[in-house]
């Protein structure tokens, strides 16, 4: 099993950028797949990007060309660049990682203001 904790989120301007990051404790080389989701108020949880064991990535619809997933081993962390941020953009951004079971970390609060 691996812990998550995410960071990095914020107010922020419509047009701005932010970078969320999920840092991954436990074995990360254990892992398949890492995904952000997020879940606005009033609205169920939905998939934002996955980046899998190989390095292949994929968004959702609607933040391809905006949003950008990445990992860095040697700290064990997973970044979501998130650019041209629009207001429906705010949600809590959490992040799961698939081993033989998911584990999620707790959330952060992404605010883009119009």
């Known amino acids: 099993q691996v812990q998550l904790v995410e960071s990095g989120g914020g107010l922020v301007q419509a047009g701005g950028s932010l970078r969320l990051s999920c840092v991954v404790s436990?074995?990360?080389?254990?892992?398949?797949?890492i995904t952000w989701h997020r879940q606005a108020p009033g609205k169920q949880r939905e998939f934002v990007a996955v980046?899998?064991?190989?390095?292949?990535?994929n968004y959702a619809n609607s933040v391809k060309g905006r949003f950008t997933i990445s990992r860095d081993n040697d700290k064990n962390t997973v970044y979501l660049e998130m650019n041209s941020l629009k207001p429906e953009d705010t949600a809590v951004y959490y992040c799961?990682?698939?081993?033989?079971?998911?584990?999620w970390g707790q959330g952060t609060q992404v605010t883009v203001s119009s």
């Open positions: 980046i899998i064991k190989g390095g292949h990535t």
């Open positions: 436990g074995n990360f080389f254990s892992i398949n797949a």
């Open positions: 799961a990682a698939s081993t033989t079971t998911t584990s």
